[in-house]
């Protein structure tokens, strides 16, 4: 199998370094300056410093390198993910595409595995989502990921092949589950970055994880994933770890919310862009997501912390 991951930013980089444990990986950069510097430096250090990229990891920037391997990882941002497989999809036709973003597309409302399947649907569409920081999984350290694929005979193959001695990759065919898990569990990052940046507290931030966790079942159970995804390492594996830890771009973005700070507009942001993409699904299925449509008016700027907060509080008293 050969390997490329397209897409050089943290997360990208620190899939490509982890696999070239197993052999010779290409890690495509869209910016030429970048890939240079990191060819020679043999560090991202922008996005993922202080990791050396091993001498089997070729840095590019010429899109054809990406065509070459049979097996591409798509660590592209998941709102520029459609635009770039409707961009090159004559060339990716055939191959395996593994999406390594996680969010819902504004524009079309879909997933990533959903977006492969729409622009290249000779392909076959995967995806890889977990609990996993990129600098962990630069660094070798223990990590468990969830690879969903439809298809029975390459989802074992890609499983076997991604794995690594550190890097544990668990089979499932629910890929809604999988897309549904890693998105949502963003904007429910957002929200506990509030709770803590706005000094509300660790109660609150337990209270905003556990029903958060009711609604991306909720919506799970409307779109057809299986309840048993959610509740594994794409689903509350991924809620757990990035709803509590400054090393999410999420849960931080939520905590400059809280505190009024200014946050690098340079960092992506999935979880902002999904809340939106949330909430319009929302409406299409009839469903009450508080905290979700909560985020995306705090992400968007319409509301302030304590109006969130009075929002929630306000609600009707209900079973569990």
Known sequence: MKITVAGAGAFGTGLAIALAANGPVTLWARDETAAADMAQTRENAARLPGHTLPANLLVTSSVADVFDADTILLAIPAQKLGGWLEEHAAHLAGKRLVACCKGIDQSTLRGPVAQIEAHVPSAIAAMLTGPSFAADIAAHL?????????????????????????????????????????????????????????????????????????????????????????????????????????GSRNYRFGQSIGSGQDFDPNTTVEGAATALSVTNLAKNHDLDLPICRVVADLSSGKIDPETALATLLSRPLRKE
Do not use: W
């Not at 223990?142 to 668990?170: H, I």
């Not at 949502?184 to 509030?194: D, P, Y």
């Open 142 to 246: 223990p990590t468990a990921l969830t690879l969903a694929c439809k298809d029975t005979v390459e989802g074992p193959y890609l499983q076997a092949s991604l794995s690594t001695p550190n890097l544990r990759l668990y089979l499932s065919h629910d890929v809604i589950g999988a897309e549904l898990g890693g998105a949502l569990k963003n904007v429910i990052a957002i929200a506990c970055g509030v709770c803590m940046g706005a000094g509300f507290g660790e109660s609150a931030r337990a209270a905003v994880i556990t029903r958060g966790f009711a609604e991306m079942r909720r919506i799970g159970s409307a779109l057809g994933a299986d309840p048993e995804t959610l509740t594994g390492l794409s689903g509350f594996g991924d809620l757990a770890l990035t709803c509590t830890s400054d």
